[in-house]
């Protein structure tokens, strides 16, 4: 049976690779009727935080893609022990003894650095007595370092990959303490979870013939390897937590009103696409459109600047989906927006301003600008000036203001009665209709840029936009006699 796994360390938020590779396990498992797991790899318990692990299911969660199985791999440390010991029994790994053993345990940063020959070669007996005697030791594999012995393995994006066992370190299984390295607790997880195959990026190919030698070593065939081109910035650099931040963060599109599924679009044509070029897919099509086939060899660039953290795309993507939405949908992904903005917003009205804003918001936080004027009592401040009209002057707006107050008194406050209404007004007045609307709008909302004026009145309510326009003719007389008063 196929099984994959999404294996994150718990060592900060969650990365929007990370999320790609999620999302590309997912799909994979869900295309072939796989099953998917979750398994927290944190074994590095120096740098393990609580906060980063909240961050990996808070992300996951926002996604709202499931997964069939979950582990922690630090509650499995026995199997972990046991294969190294396994390894050793079967005369394919060394203690090595070398002092300050404990430094040993990280990569050497030399680059001709293979192995500790003394160690290597030292007796079966020897050995043993030393670690009888309580001599700290790391537990290392035995690369083969006879003849052209090659290391090789089928990858299912980047082809045959084939790199010299000489080439190879001997690299650590156990550290010091006993603790297993990320090499070794991660291939026995994959051995004993049945993982089929495994998807993960890029940066893991060259981790693979290690892992390709201790698959061999317990005597398993190596599962499928599928590795995924990276993601870089714009400047061609890998992307990273601590250089770019929140540009990396799959919260930071959520938290920027993204919907879950737009940002999963967005993250897999990054570095991904389907056979005939789609951009926008649901759900299901993503699925029945996934395949390793599909998958790039070069990196992706995630479009940002300094100033705007968002890739222009994944903004356009989100705007698409929303113009898809239900009203009934969307007013209830936006109410929270509006809530967390401070905005008196319910779910009734919200429903009445979703259909308002949908053509013009692209993100669901968008609604604290965007709808604002319809979840507050009194307006912000705004220019008197922004009541003019154009080619109009200070009274004509007064003349507009005063006419539509008395035209709102008697209009029914329907689409149809409010443009009747004020379109009759337009003619009574003898001027254009924009010159009639602008200041209606401007003074019902605060501003120039809204929501179609008729349905904005209807949903406002006859109080609130008398009340309102109330105000603006007073702005605006309190203006002129300013403007007077100075001349």
Not at 247 to 258: C, L, Q
Request: net charge negative; with cysteine; glycine share 6%.
């Amino acid at each position: 049976m196929l099984r994959v796994r999404f294996a994150p360390s718990p060592t900060g938020y969650l990365h929007i690779g990370s999320a790609r590779t999620f999302i590309f396990n997912w799909l994979y498992a869900r295309r072939n009727r796989g099953t998917m797991i979750l398994r927290i790899d944190d074994t590095d318990v120096d740098r393990n935080t609580q906060a980063s692990l909240d961050s990996i299911f808070d992300g996951l969660k926002w996604l709202d893609l499931d997964w069939d199985e979950e582990y922690y791999q630090s509650q499995r440390g026995d199997l972990h022990r046991q294969m190294a010991w396994a390894i050793f029994e079967r005369g394919l790994a060394y203690r090595d003894f070398t002092p300050a053993a404990t430094a040993e345990e990280k990569e050497h940063a030399g680059a001709g650095w293979l192995c500790n020959p003394g160690m290597r070669e030292l007796s079966a007996e020897e050995s043993q007595r030393r670690a009888d005697a309580g001599e700290p030791f790391v537990l290392r594999f035995r690369v083969p370092r006879e003849g052209s012995l090659a290391v090789e393995f089928q990858d299912a994006v980047y082809g045959e990959q084939s790199k010299l066992a000489a080439d190879i370190e001997d690299f650590a299984l156990l550290r010091s303490n006993g603790v297993p390295t990320y090499h070794l607790a991660s291939c026995a997880d994959d051995l004993d979870l049945r993982i089929s195959h495994i998807i993960r990026g890029q940066d893991h190919l060259t981790n693979t013939f290690k892992h390709v030698l201790i698959f061999e070593a317990l005597g398993a065939k190596p599962p499928q390897f599928a590795h995924l081109p990276l993601l870089i910035a714009p400047d061609g650099s890998k992307l990273s937590k601590r250089k770019h931040g929140p540009v990396v963060s799959v919260t930071t599109y959520r938290d920027a009103g993204f919907l879950p599924h737009a940002y999963i679009n967005f993250l897999c044509l990054l570095g991904w696409s389907p056979k005939d070029n789609r951009e926008q897919l649901t759900r299901e099509e993503l699925i029945l459109a996934f395949s390793f086939d599909g998958i790039h060899r070069h990196n992706a660039v995630v479009n940002f600047t300094d100033e705007d953290p968002i890739d222009p795309k994944a903004m356009w993507l989100n705007a698409e989906l929303i113009r898809t939405l239900p009203v009934e949908e969307l007013a209830r992904q936006m109410l929270p927006f509006a809530c967390a903005a401070g905005l008196r917003a319910d779910p009734g009205k919200m429903l009445r301003v979703a259909p308002l804003v949908q053509e013009r918001i692209k993100t669901l936080r968008d609604v604290a600008s965007m709808a604002d004027f319809f979840f507050v009592d009194e307006l912000a401040p705004y220019d008197p000036a922004e009541l003019v009209p154009q080619k109009g002057d200070r009274a004509m707006a007064l003349g507009v203001l005063q006419a539509a107050r008395n035209i709102l008194q008697e209009a029914v406050f329907s689409h149809a009665g409010l443009e009747a209404a004020l379109r009759g007004g337009a003619e009574q007045l003898k001027i254009k209709v924009g010159q009639m609307f602008q200041p209606i709008r401007v003074a019902v909302c605060g501003r120039k840029n809204a929501p179609p004026l008729f349905e904005t009145l209807e949903v406002l309510g006859r109080e609130t936009c008398l009340k309102r326009i109330e105000k603006a003719i007073e702005m605006l007389q309190g203006d002129h006699a300013s403007t007077t008063e100075r001349g």
